[in-house]
């Protein structure tokens, strides 16, 4: 079931910069924990970003560490996924999602239950 809307992707070139936003139409997901998660062409979705519920805690993939920056901004039901220094292998969908399960910061997809349709980024080298 899609209750999310991610913007913000696109064609850019290397070292470039880009600011995704995902924000929940009608719904509220302030007691929610938020991830992004990213799937290029024949690979498995993979864990990218993640925030707790509560803003204080946040979790990133290796290969993405001080490169991309999430944050949240829960007076508007929105995460934000500040990507930066782009390379090729960054090319993929990026998918938010939610997870009622405050147990940690979640890397598994199977853990988020309500999904974007995603938007592609696409590095060109």
């Known amino acids: 079931q899609v209750l999310l809307a991610e913007s913000g992707g696109g064609t850019v070139q290397a070292g470039a910069s880009l600011r995704l936003s995902c924000t929940a139409p009608?719904?509220?997901?302030?007691?929610?924990?938020w991830g992004w998660f990213r799937q290029a062409p024949g690979k498995e979705r993979e864990f990218v970003s993640a925030?707790?519920?509560?803003?204080?805690?946040?979790s990133y993939e290796d290969s993405v560490k001080g490169r991309f920056t999430i944050s949240r901004d829960s007076a508007k039901n929105a995460v934000y996924l500040q990507l930066g220094d782009l390379e090729s292998e960054d090319t993929a969908v990026y998918y938010c999602?939610?997870?009622?399960?405050?147990?940690?910061?979640?890397?598994?997809?199977?853990?988020?239950?309500?999904w974007g349709q995603g938007t592609q980024i696409t590095v060109s080298s």
């Open positions: 999602a939610v997870t009622p399960s405050r147990n940690g910061l979640a890397r598994a997809p199977t853990a988020y239950d309500f």
């Open positions: 009608g719904r509220t997901f302030s007691l929610y924990n």
């Open positions: 925030i707790n519920w509560a803003d204080t805690e946040t």
